[in-house]
């Protein structure tokens, strides 16, 4: 090390500033932990916020939700639930008491509210379909393949999440959807007994409340299992308990410093983003292992060059030749996370951008806070020659002949890591994207359970939206002709593989007329409009 002299400065920067800087890093834990539970508490993930803007799918889905009614749904189902249960009854009783709530009322959540039998009810009573019919057309749909099992639809308002946040503001402890998910529980227990884990839900609403829950508890477990593997090798590699606790702490900092940055910056946190921290954590560990070596090998130095006390200016001069190799990983490392910025997906463009930031203001972090630590409690025994049971890494005499071999046969290392480099890329040329979005959950999670239950009773339950536009003034089809033309269309979707069952307009009207005279044809039309409102989800003109 070079840059040592035998007339160490007694009067320092980290001599005369330690107190100061130990003094902010107090001050500040008490926000840092503030900071970190507001991020956390703001873990939203509303998939469909995730669209790029600049996407033309993005924009037919925009248009998609203005013409047609939300597909804000939560379907609920449970074992006996069936055309005949009472239980069923009086649950959609229960929740249909929350449709008549005031206006203003921020606990009003659902717009309508569904089972089979009213519907099979329904399509008797107004479409003049027989029993088996309206079970037909409702099979795979609300019915099960049976013709018994079935479910209830609750339809959320379009404006209950407006008028929740107009009630509850910002607050980050009253999550809507968190909301509406538990009052559906709650109903189903307080009238019918039945419990969360008897429950099955299903629908866009459960899924970004599942993968909020699903985020949290893997953030928890992530946050044990680097919090142990980081301690554990910090202690590995320095074999002294303080300098552990001291590299332990720098991480664990660092990690609350990049989830104050996401709150102030007003940013809510997502699943992706939710490991940002862990990533922090890591890169601020292994900067302060690396620190911590520098600061033994700069009091070894000390000790051959006879200095009474080898810890003074130990902390600066470790920071001297530490900093440039830190700097170098570094920003090395936040130039390529802050690449992830390009993408179009908004997840992956927070993540690369606050772990870049997060990483940079850790190392500015750890440049100020170990060396100020080290200048007020400095650790003088590392540097003393120890005996261990364990393999100390640091004083392996292998690595001599591990140094000689990569300098004698460099060609050979270059040659070995292009290899890797090239079976890397073809592995990279191999991975395969999938949107399915339950590929995001472990198979052994709620949502994945309860889902394999609902399509196995009631049938598939990904929907796919297809729109047929019809031109008034090219097409000349009267309403009768463009109902023929649906039914057609949904015929030949159902022939499709794969496809569970199609419902569209046909589906909640009477039967198509095969030879209509002017007098049926308009009594046809008359009642498939007497009910227009009830098939907004279906059905929309524009002006």
């Given at each position: 090390m070079d840059n040592f002299t035998p007339e160490p400065s007694h009067r320092g920067f980290f001599s005369r500033f330690n107190l100061v800087i130990l003094c902010a890093v107090t001050f500040l834990i008490p926000f840092m932990w503030v900071g970190a539970d507001r991020a956390l508490l703001s873990n939203k993930n509303d998939?469909?916020?995730?669209?790029?803007?600049?996407?033309?799918?993005?924009?037919?889905?925009?248009?998609?939700?203005k013409h047609f009614e939300s597909d804000m749904f939560i379907l609920a189902s449970w074992e006996g639930c069936t055309l005949d249960s009472p239980k069923l009854d009086l649950l959609a009783r229960r929740l249909a008491l929350e449709v008549q709530r005031p206006a203003d009322d921020p606990y009003r959540f659902f717009k309508s509210v569904i089972t089979g039998p009213q519907l099979i009810k329904q399509l008797v009573e107004e479409q003049g379909l027989s029993q088996e019919q309206a079970i037909n057309r409702l099979r795979g749909f609300l019915i099960g393949q049976d013709g018994r099992q079935t479910c209830l639809v609750l339809v959320i308002d379009p404006q209950a999440e407006e008028r929740w946040e107009r009630y509850f503001g910002n607050n980050p402890r009253k999550k809507f959807l968190?909301?509406?998910?538990?009052?559906?529980?709650?109903?189903?227990?307080?009238?019918?007994?039945?419990?969360?884990?008897?429950?099955?839900?299903?629908?866009?609403?459960?899924?970004?409340?599942?993968?909020?829950?699903?985020?949290?508890?893997?953030?928890?477990?992530?946050?044990?299992?680097?919090?142990?593997?980081?301690?554990?090798?910090?202690?590995?590699?320095?074999?002294?308990?303080?300098?552990?606790?001291?590299?332990?702490?720098?991480?664990?900092?660092?990690?609350?410093?990049?989830?104050?940055?996401?709150?102030?910056?007003?940013?809510?946190?997502?699943?992706?983003?939710?490991?940002?921290?862990?990533?922090?954590?890591?890169?601020?560990?292994?900067?302060?292992?690396?620190?911590?070596?520098?600061?033994?090998?700069?009091?070894?130095?000390?000790?051959?060059?006879?200095?009474?006390?080898?810890?003074?200016?130990?902390?600066?001069?470790?920071?001297?030749?530490?900093?440039?190799?830190?700097?170098?990983?570094?920003?090395?490392t936040a130039f390529g996370l802050a690449s992830l910025s390009i993408s179009e997906l908004v997840p992956i463009q927070t993540f690369g951008i606050f772990s870049a930031a997060g990483i940079i203001v850790s190392f500015l972090f750890l440049c100020l806070y170990v060396p100020a630590m080290l200048q007020e409690w400095p650790v003088r025994n590392i540097a003393q020659a120890r005996q261990t049971m364990f393999f100390d890494p640091g004083r392996w005499s292998g690595w001599q002949h591990v140094g000689n071999f990569i300098l004698h046969r460099g060609s050979w290392v270059v040659a070995v890591c292009v290899l890797l480099m090239v079976f890397g890329a073809i592995g990279a040329s191999q991975v395969k994207t999938s949107v399915k979005l339950m590929r995001l959950f472990s198979p052994k999670a709620t949502i994945i359970q309860d889902y394999a239950w609902l399509e196995e009773k009631l049938g598939p339950l990904v929907p796919m939206e297809i729109v047929i536009k019809v031109d008034r003034d090219q097409a000349k089809l009267d309403l009768l002709d463009q109902m023929r033309l649906v039914s057609e269309v949904q015929q030949a979707v159902r022939n499709l593989p794969d496809v569970g069952s199609v419902v569209a307009v046909p589906t909640f009207a009477r039967p198509l007329p095969t030879r209509a005279g002017l007098v049926e044809k308009r009594t046809w039309i008359v009642q498939l409009q007497r009910h227009r409102q009830d098939l907004r989800d279906y059905w929309s003109e524009e002006d």
């Open positions: 998939v469909k916020s995730w669209l790029p803007k600049a996407y033309q799918e993005t924009a037919t889905f925009e248009w998609y939700q968190h909301a509406v998910v538990e009052s559906v529980y709650a109903a189903a227990k307080e009238i019918c007994d039945i419990d969360p884990d008897e429950l099955h839900l299903g629908g866009p609403p459960v899924d970004n409340v599942a993968i909020d829950v699903e985020g949290q508890r893997s953030l928890v477990r992530l946050a044990i299992v680097c919090g142990v593997v980081g301690g554990l090798m910090a202690w590995w590699c320095l074999r002294s308990w303080v300098l552990t606790l001291l590299v332990f702490s720098t991480g664990v900092y660092s990690a609350g410093l990049s989830m104050i940055l996401v709150w102030l910056t007003g940013t809510e946190m997502n699943a992706i983003l939710l490991t940002m921290p862990a990533l922090v954590y890591v890169a601020a560990v292994s900067g302060a292992i690396h620190m911590a070596n520098y600061y033994r090998d700069t009091l070894r130095t000390h000790i051959q060059w006879g200095l009474p006390d080898p810890a003074v200016g130990a902390p600066g001069k470790a920071l001297k030749s530490a900093f440039l190799p830190l700097f170098l990983a570094t920003f090395t």
